[in-house]
Protein backbone atom coordinates (compact mmCIF):
# COMPACT_ATOMS: atom_id res chain seq x y z
CA UNK A 1 0.00 0.00 0.00
CA UNK A 2 1.39 3.45 -0.88
CA UNK A 3 1.17 6.42 1.48
CA UNK A 4 0.21 9.56 -0.67
CA UNK A 5 2.50 12.43 0.61
CA UNK A 6 1.46 16.14 -0.07
CA UNK A 7 3.93 19.00 -1.21
CA UNK A 8 4.29 22.24 -1.82
CA UNK A 9 4.47 23.23 -5.55
CA UNK A 10 7.44 25.68 -4.54
CA UNK A 11 9.63 23.16 -4.00
CA UNK A 12 8.83 21.27 -7.27
CA UNK A 13 10.85 23.34 -9.77
CA UNK A 14 14.02 23.80 -8.00
CA UNK A 15 14.88 20.19 -7.64
CA UNK A 16 13.88 19.33 -11.32
CA UNK A 17 17.14 20.24 -12.38
CA UNK A 18 19.58 18.28 -10.64
CA UNK A 19 20.20 14.96 -9.81
CA UNK A 20 22.78 12.37 -7.39
CA UNK A 21 22.79 15.38 -4.99
CA UNK A 22 25.15 15.32 -2.21
CA UNK A 23 25.81 18.08 0.39
CA UNK A 24 27.82 19.32 3.03
CA UNK A 25 28.36 22.27 5.60
CA UNK A 26 29.21 25.74 4.09
CA UNK A 27 30.55 28.45 6.27
CA UNK A 28 30.75 32.08 5.98
CA UNK A 29 31.61 34.83 8.06
CA UNK A 30 29.24 37.66 9.13
CA UNK A 31 30.31 41.07 10.47
CA UNK A 32 30.17 41.42 13.67
CA UNK A 33 28.18 44.49 15.18
CA UNK A 34 30.11 46.46 17.78
CA UNK A 35 29.39 47.58 21.19
CA UNK A 36 25.86 46.20 21.41
CA UNK A 37 24.95 44.43 25.04
CA UNK A 38 21.66 42.97 24.95
CA UNK A 39 20.19 41.70 28.10
CA UNK A 40 18.77 37.81 27.69
CA UNK A 41 15.23 38.20 27.25
CA UNK A 42 12.40 37.05 29.29
CA UNK A 43 10.60 33.48 27.94
CA UNK A 44 7.12 33.46 27.16
CA UNK A 45 4.84 30.62 28.96
CA UNK A 46 1.94 31.73 26.83
CA UNK A 47 1.58 29.61 23.39
CA UNK A 48 0.11 33.13 22.01
CA UNK A 49 2.32 35.85 23.34
CA UNK A 50 5.11 33.37 22.19
CA UNK A 51 3.79 33.13 18.53
CA UNK A 52 3.03 37.19 18.99
CA UNK A 53 7.24 37.72 19.26
CA UNK A 54 8.07 35.63 16.36
CA UNK A 55 5.62 37.43 14.05
CA UNK A 56 6.66 40.67 15.58
CA UNK A 57 10.20 38.98 14.77
CA UNK A 58 9.61 38.38 11.20
CA UNK A 59 7.83 41.27 10.55
CA UNK A 60 10.30 43.54 11.76
CA UNK A 61 11.70 42.36 8.19
CA UNK A 62 10.18 44.92 5.85
CA UNK A 63 12.31 44.59 2.81
CA UNK A 64 15.72 42.99 1.76
CA UNK A 65 18.27 43.01 -0.95
CA UNK A 66 21.08 40.78 -1.07
CA UNK A 67 23.05 37.73 -3.00
CA UNK A 68 22.58 34.45 -2.35
CA UNK A 69 24.32 30.61 -2.99
CA UNK A 70 22.48 27.32 -2.76
CA UNK A 71 24.76 24.69 -2.91
CA UNK A 72 25.24 20.89 -2.07
CA UNK A 73 28.39 18.30 -2.28
CA UNK A 74 27.98 17.10 -5.73
CA UNK A 75 30.13 14.66 -7.35
CA UNK A 76 32.70 17.50 -9.14
CA UNK A 77 31.64 17.25 -13.03
CA UNK A 78 32.73 19.53 -15.92
CA UNK A 79 31.03 22.92 -15.87
CA UNK A 80 30.11 23.07 -12.33
CA UNK A 81 31.25 26.04 -10.43
CA UNK A 82 32.47 24.91 -6.96
CA UNK A 83 31.65 27.21 -3.49
CA UNK A 84 34.22 28.52 -1.71
CA UNK A 85 34.31 25.34 0.46
CA UNK A 86 33.87 22.92 -2.90
CA UNK A 87 30.33 22.83 -2.73
CA UNK A 88 28.88 22.68 -6.30
CA UNK A 89 26.55 25.63 -6.76
CA UNK A 90 23.08 24.74 -7.57
CA UNK A 91 21.70 28.77 -7.77
CA UNK A 92 23.53 31.93 -7.45
CA UNK A 93 20.84 35.29 -7.69
CA UNK A 94 20.37 38.90 -7.02
CA UNK A 95 17.09 38.83 -4.39
CA UNK A 96 14.83 41.55 -3.43
CA UNK A 97 11.59 41.55 -1.42
CA UNK A 98 9.41 43.79 -0.06
CA UNK A 99 7.34 41.95 2.81
CA UNK A 100 4.44 44.61 3.02
CA UNK A 101 3.10 44.46 -0.55
CA UNK A 102 4.54 40.45 -1.46
CA UNK A 103 6.84 41.85 -4.35
CA UNK A 104 9.86 40.09 -5.33
CA UNK A 105 12.37 39.81 -7.94
CA UNK A 106 15.07 37.41 -8.86
CA UNK A 107 18.09 37.76 -10.85
CA UNK A 108 21.06 34.89 -11.76
CA UNK A 109 21.51 31.65 -13.05
CA UNK A 110 20.63 27.95 -11.95
CA UNK A 111 22.70 24.58 -12.96
CA UNK A 112 20.91 22.44 -15.11
CA UNK A 113 22.29 18.59 -15.50
CA UNK A 114 23.58 17.32 -18.95
CA UNK A 115 22.13 14.28 -20.20
CA UNK A 116 25.13 12.56 -20.43
CA UNK A 117 25.52 12.29 -16.22
CA UNK A 118 29.36 14.12 -16.80
CA UNK A 119 28.70 17.57 -17.13
CA UNK A 120 26.47 20.84 -16.13
CA UNK A 121 25.66 23.83 -17.49
CA UNK A 122 24.11 27.04 -16.08
CA UNK A 123 21.00 28.58 -17.69
CA UNK A 124 21.03 32.81 -16.81
CA UNK A 125 17.25 33.39 -15.80
CA UNK A 126 15.03 36.57 -13.84
CA UNK A 127 12.04 36.92 -12.63
CA UNK A 128 9.88 39.50 -11.02
CA UNK A 129 6.68 39.36 -8.88
CA UNK A 130 4.82 43.02 -9.10
CA UNK A 131 2.30 42.13 -6.60
CA UNK A 132 -0.10 41.19 -9.44
CA UNK A 133 2.27 39.71 -12.24
CA UNK A 134 4.72 37.32 -12.61
CA UNK A 135 7.04 37.48 -15.47
CA UNK A 136 9.54 34.91 -15.52
CA UNK A 137 12.88 34.69 -18.33
CA UNK A 138 15.57 32.30 -19.86
CA UNK A 139 18.00 34.67 -21.26
CA UNK A 140 19.85 32.01 -22.90
CA UNK A 141 16.24 30.55 -24.71
CA UNK A 142 14.53 33.98 -25.51
CA UNK A 143 11.71 32.04 -23.59
CA UNK A 144 9.43 33.06 -21.30
CA UNK A 145 6.14 33.88 -19.28
CA UNK A 146 3.79 35.82 -17.51
CA UNK A 147 1.23 34.57 -15.14
CA UNK A 148 -0.83 35.59 -12.44
CA UNK A 149 0.97 33.08 -9.48
CA UNK A 150 4.00 35.00 -7.56
CA UNK A 151 4.70 31.11 -5.99
CA UNK A 152 7.30 30.65 -8.14
CA UNK A 153 9.82 33.54 -7.13
CA UNK A 154 10.17 31.96 -3.57
CA UNK A 155 11.59 28.25 -4.34
CA UNK A 156 14.59 30.41 -4.84
CA UNK A 157 15.58 29.90 -1.40
CA UNK A 158 16.57 33.45 0.09
CA UNK A 159 15.92 35.42 3.56
CA UNK A 160 12.13 34.47 3.31
CA UNK A 161 12.85 30.82 3.22
CA UNK A 162 15.34 30.75 6.24
CA UNK A 163 12.30 33.23 8.15
CA UNK A 164 9.78 30.31 7.72
CA UNK A 165 7.67 32.26 5.50
CA UNK A 166 7.78 29.88 2.39
CA UNK A 167 5.54 27.48 4.01
CA UNK A 168 2.45 27.89 1.95
CA UNK A 169 1.33 26.46 -1.51
CA UNK A 170 -0.12 29.84 -2.19
CA UNK A 171 1.28 33.62 -3.06
CA UNK A 172 1.39 36.00 -0.92
CA UNK A 173 3.65 33.65 0.87
CA UNK A 174 2.80 32.52 4.12
CA UNK A 175 4.18 32.95 7.21
CA UNK A 176 5.31 29.73 9.52
CA UNK A 177 3.39 32.09 12.67
CA UNK A 178 -0.35 31.56 10.62
CA UNK A 179 0.15 27.61 10.98
CA UNK A 180 1.61 27.57 14.70
CA UNK A 181 -2.07 29.17 15.94
CA UNK A 182 -4.22 27.28 17.69
CA UNK A 183 -1.00 25.13 19.12
CA UNK A 184 0.88 24.57 21.86
CA UNK A 185 3.89 25.49 23.64
CA UNK A 186 6.34 22.68 25.07
CA UNK A 187 9.72 22.24 26.55
CA UNK A 188 12.78 20.58 24.77
CA UNK A 189 14.85 19.06 27.31
CA UNK A 190 17.63 19.05 24.75
CA UNK A 191 17.62 22.78 23.62
CA UNK A 192 16.24 24.18 27.34
CA UNK A 193 16.91 27.57 26.67
CA UNK A 194 14.39 27.66 22.84
CA UNK A 195 10.84 27.85 23.02
CA UNK A 196 8.95 25.07 21.26
CA UNK A 197 5.90 26.00 19.35
CA UNK A 198 3.63 22.93 17.90
CA UNK A 199 1.33 23.64 15.04
CA UNK A 200 -2.54 21.77 16.07
CA UNK A 201 -2.37 18.01 14.73
CA UNK A 202 -3.91 17.43 11.09
CA UNK A 203 -7.09 16.78 10.56
CA UNK A 204 -9.20 15.10 8.12
CA UNK A 205 -10.63 17.75 6.43
CA UNK A 206 -6.97 20.07 5.99
CA UNK A 207 -5.27 19.24 3.26
CA UNK A 208 -1.91 19.65 4.97
CA UNK A 209 -1.25 16.41 6.89
CA UNK A 210 1.42 18.30 9.01
CA UNK A 211 2.75 19.39 11.97
CA UNK A 212 5.06 22.39 12.13
CA UNK A 213 7.32 22.55 15.37
CA UNK A 214 9.12 25.53 15.58
CA UNK A 215 12.24 26.57 17.76
CA UNK A 216 12.24 29.82 18.71
CA UNK A 217 15.73 31.62 19.63
CA UNK A 218 15.10 34.28 22.63
CA UNK A 219 18.63 35.45 21.99
CA UNK A 220 18.33 36.45 18.39
CA UNK A 221 15.15 38.53 18.96
CA UNK A 222 12.41 34.98 18.98
CA UNK A 223 13.31 34.07 15.67
CA UNK A 224 13.26 30.70 14.53
CA UNK A 225 16.51 29.07 14.75
CA UNK A 226 15.00 25.39 13.48
CA UNK A 227 11.56 24.25 12.06
CA UNK A 228 10.06 21.48 11.03
CA UNK A 229 7.30 19.21 9.16
CA UNK A 230 6.75 16.04 10.28
CA UNK A 231 3.77 13.61 9.91
CA UNK A 232 2.54 12.98 13.43
CA UNK A 233 0.67 9.45 12.41
CA UNK A 234 3.55 7.91 11.41
CA UNK A 235 6.38 10.14 13.50
CA UNK A 236 8.35 10.87 10.46
CA UNK A 237 9.85 14.48 9.48
CA UNK A 238 9.76 15.35 5.75
CA UNK A 239 11.34 18.93 5.87
CA UNK A 240 13.67 20.41 7.92
CA UNK A 241 14.90 24.11 7.79
CA UNK A 242 18.34 24.86 10.72
CA UNK A 243 19.42 28.45 11.23
CA UNK A 244 22.96 28.00 11.21
CA UNK A 245 24.19 31.71 11.60
CA UNK A 246 22.21 35.20 12.32
CA UNK A 247 22.85 38.58 11.64
CA UNK A 248 22.14 41.44 13.57
CA UNK A 249 22.09 44.97 11.59
CA UNK A 250 23.33 48.25 13.07
CA UNK A 251 19.29 49.21 13.83
CA UNK A 252 19.11 45.72 15.97
CA UNK A 253 16.93 44.05 13.56
CA UNK A 254 17.91 40.11 13.68
CA UNK A 255 17.85 38.52 10.28
CA UNK A 256 19.16 35.21 9.24
CA UNK A 257 22.13 34.82 6.94
CA UNK A 258 23.13 31.08 6.81
CA UNK A 259 20.90 27.75 6.74
CA UNK A 260 20.48 24.49 6.14
CA UNK A 261 17.28 22.49 4.07
CA UNK A 262 17.01 19.10 4.31
CA UNK A 263 13.93 16.36 3.29
CA UNK A 264 13.34 13.03 3.67
CA UNK A 265 11.46 10.62 2.20
CA UNK A 266 8.74 8.06 3.81
CA UNK A 267 9.93 4.01 3.95
CA UNK A 268 7.59 1.29 4.93
CA UNK A 269 9.25 -0.83 7.78
CA UNK A 270 8.04 -4.28 6.15
CA UNK A 271 7.40 -7.15 9.05
CA UNK A 272 9.69 -10.22 7.81
CA UNK A 273 8.22 -12.52 5.50
CA UNK A 274 6.59 -9.98 3.64
CA UNK A 275 7.40 -7.98 0.17
CA UNK A 276 6.64 -4.78 -0.99
CA UNK A 277 4.07 -5.85 -3.07
CA UNK A 278 2.41 -8.40 -0.88
CA UNK A 279 1.57 -5.53 1.63
CA UNK A 280 0.50 -3.25 -1.26
CA UNK A 281 -2.00 -5.47 -2.18
CA UNK A 282 -3.72 -5.36 1.56
CA UNK A 283 -6.46 -4.04 2.02
CA UNK A 284 -7.02 -0.94 4.06
CA UNK A 285 -8.27 -3.74 7.26
CA UNK A 286 -5.53 -6.33 6.57
CA UNK A 287 -2.76 -3.04 6.19
CA UNK A 288 -3.56 -2.12 9.83
CA UNK A 289 -3.79 -5.85 11.25
CA UNK A 290 -0.04 -6.54 10.03
CA UNK A 291 1.19 -2.90 11.85
CA UNK A 292 3.39 -2.36 9.23
CA UNK A 293 5.33 0.84 10.65
CA UNK A 294 7.09 4.20 8.54
CA UNK A 295 10.81 6.01 8.74
CA UNK A 296 12.50 8.36 7.24
CA UNK A 297 14.67 7.47 4.24
CA UNK A 298 17.05 10.23 3.23
CA UNK A 299 15.89 11.70 -0.15
CA UNK A 300 19.17 13.62 -0.71
CA UNK A 301 21.87 15.50 1.02
CA UNK A 302 20.77 19.01 2.09
CA UNK A 303 20.89 22.28 0.52
CA UNK A 304 22.52 24.93 2.06
CA UNK A 305 21.21 28.85 1.28
CA UNK A 306 23.81 31.40 2.09
CA UNK A 307 23.13 35.20 2.63
CA UNK A 308 26.31 37.23 1.29
CA UNK A 309 26.81 39.20 4.34
CA UNK A 310 28.15 42.53 2.37
CA UNK A 311 25.38 42.64 -0.54
CA UNK A 312 22.64 42.43 2.52
CA UNK A 313 20.75 45.09 2.85
CA UNK A 314 17.05 45.58 5.38
CA UNK A 315 14.68 47.88 5.46
CA UNK A 316 15.98 50.40 3.28
CA UNK A 317 13.90 51.66 0.33
CA UNK A 318 13.01 49.35 -2.70
CA UNK A 319 11.80 51.49 -5.80
CA UNK A 320 8.78 49.76 -7.44
CA UNK A 321 10.17 49.44 -10.83
CA UNK A 322 12.49 46.79 -9.57
CA UNK A 323 9.51 44.37 -9.41
CA UNK A 324 8.32 44.83 -12.95
CA UNK A 325 11.21 43.90 -15.18
CA UNK A 326 10.24 44.22 -18.99
CA UNK A 327 10.79 41.65 -21.42
CA UNK A 328 13.04 42.36 -24.61
CA UNK A 329 12.73 42.28 -28.13
CA UNK A 330 12.76 39.10 -29.71
CA UNK A 331 11.06 37.49 -26.63
CA UNK A 332 8.69 34.30 -26.83
CA UNK A 333 6.22 34.55 -23.16
CA UNK A 334 3.47 32.65 -23.06
CA UNK A 335 0.36 34.89 -21.22
CA UNK A 336 -1.64 32.85 -18.83
CA UNK A 337 -3.80 35.55 -18.70
CA UNK A 338 -5.05 35.80 -22.46
CA UNK A 339 -4.27 31.60 -22.71
CA UNK A 340 -1.75 32.64 -25.70
CA UNK A 341 1.66 33.11 -26.51
CA UNK A 342 3.03 36.44 -27.70
CA UNK A 343 6.38 37.71 -29.58
CA UNK A 344 8.11 40.78 -28.04
CA UNK A 345 8.18 43.53 -30.86
CA UNK A 346 9.41 47.21 -31.09
CA UNK A 347 5.75 48.27 -31.38
CA UNK A 348 4.79 46.12 -28.75
CA UNK A 349 3.48 42.05 -28.22
CA UNK A 350 2.32 40.35 -31.26
CA UNK A 351 0.31 37.12 -30.39
CA UNK A 352 1.30 33.81 -32.57
CA UNK A 353 0.00 30.92 -30.83
CA UNK A 354 -3.11 30.26 -29.05
CA UNK A 355 -1.09 28.60 -26.47
CA UNK A 356 2.54 27.30 -25.66
CA UNK A 357 3.47 24.15 -27.31
CA UNK A 358 3.32 20.97 -25.47
CA UNK A 359 0.55 22.33 -23.35
CA UNK A 360 -2.75 20.14 -23.64
CA UNK A 361 -5.43 21.93 -25.13
CA UNK A 362 -7.81 21.43 -21.72
CA UNK A 363 -5.28 22.39 -19.56
CA UNK A 364 -4.70 25.78 -21.23
CA UNK A 365 -8.40 26.44 -21.23
CA UNK A 366 -8.72 26.38 -17.46
CA UNK A 367 -8.12 29.34 -16.52
CA UNK A 368 -9.98 28.87 -13.20
CA UNK A 369 -7.19 26.70 -12.35
CA UNK A 370 -3.91 27.81 -13.38
CA UNK A 371 -1.79 26.13 -11.48
CA UNK A 372 -1.39 23.09 -14.22
CA UNK A 373 -0.98 25.67 -16.32
CA UNK A 374 2.00 27.66 -14.76
CA UNK A 375 3.28 24.38 -13.79
CA UNK A 376 3.54 22.72 -17.22
CA UNK A 377 5.05 26.18 -18.84
CA UNK A 378 7.78 26.06 -15.97
CA UNK A 379 8.73 22.31 -16.91
CA UNK A 380 8.96 23.57 -20.89
CA UNK A 381 10.59 26.27 -19.74
CA UNK A 382 13.17 24.52 -17.79
CA UNK A 383 13.68 22.17 -20.85
CA UNK A 384 13.59 24.28 -23.38
CA UNK A 385 17.01 25.47 -21.76
CA UNK A 386 17.84 22.58 -20.71
CA UNK A 387 18.00 21.67 -24.61
CA UNK A 388 19.93 24.57 -25.97
CA UNK A 389 23.11 23.93 -23.22
CA UNK A 390 22.67 20.31 -24.69
CA UNK A 391 22.78 21.93 -28.26
CA UNK A 392 25.50 24.40 -27.47
CA UNK A 393 27.65 21.08 -26.36
CA UNK A 394 27.52 19.30 -29.33
CA UNK A 395 28.26 22.45 -31.39
CA UNK A 396 31.82 22.86 -29.78
CA UNK A 397 32.58 19.56 -29.75
CA UNK A 398 32.21 19.11 -33.41
Not at 1 to 15: C, D, P
Request: net charge negative; glycine share 8%.
Amino acid sequence: MTRSTWTTLTIIMIWFHIDHLRGQEITVTAPEVEGRQTASPEKPQDVAVAISLLKSAIESIKTVKCKTVCSQMLPVKTGGKLFRDGNTILEEFTWEWNAQTSQMAVKGSHALAHPNGAEYGYSEFWGAFDGDKLRTFCEPTMKGQLVPIGTQLSMHFSVSALLGMDVGSGYPIVGIYNVLEGGTLEHDVEDPEAILLKSPLPTPERINPYQVSVWLDPSKGFLAKKFEMMLPDIGVTHYRTEILEFLQTPDGTWVPIKGKWSRWATEQVIPPGYTDQQVNSLSLEEFLKLGVTYRGKAFEEPLFITIDPDSLRVNEPLDASHFTIDFPVGAVIFDAFKDKTFKVTATGPVYVEPKPPGVPDEVARNLGNRWPVFLLANIILVLICGAWLVRRRIQRHT
